[in-house]
C-alpha cells in the first residue's frame, strides 16, 4: 500500500489546490467542532492544516504522526508541537485527551485495530473522535495526484462497523469535497459551487467522509461464553469440634 510523506502532504497543503481543499473540509469539522476552550486536542495522522483554528482556545495542542508517515516541525512560526509515534504505542497517559482529529491516517495504518485501542484509551470517557477518510464512491479516491487518492478509500458503513467493533459509537457524518477533482485551478475555483449542490443532487459522491464518534465505556463486542458448573461447593464446616464444660 502506498504511503504518502509528510513532506509531500506539507506541498499538497501549500499549493493552490490543497488551499481550496483545506478549506471546505476544514469548514465541515467547524460545524461539528466549532470551538475547543481549555481542553487538549490531538491530531492523529496529518491533521495540522486543520488544526490551526484551534490553536488559541485549546488548553494544549499536538499532532502525533505514525513512522511511517515521518515528520516535519508544525506550526513554523512557534515551538514544534508535532511528534513521531508507533501504531500500537502512544506516549501518552491514559484518560488524557479531550478531542481527536484523524486525517489521511485510517487509510494509512497498517493495524488500523491496534492504532485504535491506543486512542481509545488515550481519550477521556467524554472524548470525541473525527476521522476524515477518502469516499470508495468518491471521485477523489480515483484522483492519485492528490492524497485522497492514495491509501484504502472506505463506505461510511465500513467505518461504522469498524468504530462498533472497536469501542467507539457512531454519532453524526457529513461529506466533503463535492467538486471533481480537477486538476485546472480555474475550473478547481468552482468547488464552493459543487459544495453547495453537491449535498442534495449526489449527497453519496462526496470526497471524504467526516464522520464524529465517541468513545464507548463498555464492551459489547461478545455476549461471553457460558461457564458449567464442574461440581458443587460444599458448606464449609470445622474439621474438630472442641467440646465445652458443662455447668
Known amino acids: 500500500m502506498q504511503t504518502l510523506s509528510a513532506y509531500s502532504l506539507k506541498s499538497f497543503y501549500n499549493s493552490f489546490k490543497g488551499r481550496i481543499v483545506r478549506r471546505i473540509i476544514r469548514q465541515k469539522i467547524q460545524r461539528l467542532w466549532p470551538e475547543i476552550k481549555s481542553q487538549r486536542l490531538m491530531g492523529y495522522g496529518y491533521a495540522m492544516p486543520y488544526m490551526a483554528p484551534y ?13 511511517q508517515l515521518g515528520v516535519h516541525n508544525w ?7 508535532v511528534c513521531l509515534h508507533e501504531e500500537n504505542a502512544l506516549p501518552l497517559e491514559t484518560n488524557s485527551v479531550d478531542f481527536v482529529l484523524m486525517v489521511h491516517a485510517l487509510e494509512f495504518l497498517d493495524d488500523p485495530e491496534d492504532s485504535f485501542a491506543e486512542i481509545w484509551r488515550v481519550m477521556k470517557s ?33 467505518v461504522e462497523n469498524f468504530l ?6 457512531h454519532e453524526r457524518t457529513s461529506h466533503a469535497l463535492f467538486s471533481p477533482p480537477f486538476k485546472s485551478e480555474m475550473l478547481l475555483r468552482s468547488a464552493d459551487f459543487f459544495e453547495t449542490i453537491g449535498p442534495y443532487l ?5 470526497g471524504v467522509h467526516v464522520i464524529e ?18 461440581s458443587r461447593l460444599k458448606a464449609s464446616a470445622p474439621n474438630k469440634v472442641v467440646p465445652t464444660n458443662r455447668v
Open 213 to 230: 464518534a465517541t468513545k464507548q465505556l463498555y464492551a459489547t463486542k461478545n455476549k461471553g461464553a457460558r461457564v458449567g458448573v464442574t
Open 202 to 206: 449526489f449527497p453519496a459522491l462526496g
Open 126 to 158: 467524554t472524548g470525541r473522535l473525527i476521522i476524515v477518510v477518502p469516499n470508495r464512491m468518491g471521485l477523489w479516491a480515483r484522483a492519485d495526484w492528490s492524497p485522497f487518492g492514495q491509501g484504502r478509500p472506505y463506505s461510511v458503513s465500513q
Open 75 to 81: 506550526p513554523p512560526e512557534s515551538d514544534n508541537r
Open 164 to 169: 462498533s467493533e472497536n469501542l467507539f459509537v
Open 55 to 67: 490553536l488559541e482556545g485549546a488548553s494544549r495542542i499536538f499532532n502525533m504522526m505514525p513512522a
